[in-house]
């Protein structure tokens, strides 16, 4: 499911990893129960500000698991790639 890279990262990255993505279900799931008889907008769980958000919260996990400076910035950094509009399919990550 992961594939081969897993094997060069620490635990701690791998965890914050699990963390961004259960903030993304998290930004989801607290706009459906404020306005649970509406649809729930793409933009408040995926695009720029919800990658922002997940992110933040994705280094405060790595900070808190002890995670180095150096891969809490490179974390930060990704925010310039725009990862985020690239096809699940075309994703080599």
Request: hydrophobic share 35%.
């Amino acid at each position: 499911m992961l594939g081969q890279w897993v094997t060069s990262v620490s635990t701690a990255y791998l965890a914050s990893g699990l963390a961004h993505e259960a903030h993304h279900c998290r930004l989801y799931w607290s706009y459906r129960e404020r306005e649970p008889r509406r649809e729930v907008p793409r933009e408040v769980f995926t695009g720029e500000e919800a990658e922002r958000q997940c992110l933040e919260y994705q280094i405060a996990v790595l900070k808190q698991l002890g995670e180095t400076e150096e891969v809490t910035e490179r974390v930060r950094e990704s925010i310039k790639t725009g990862y985020w509009n690239v096809a699940w399919h075309e994703r080599t990550w």
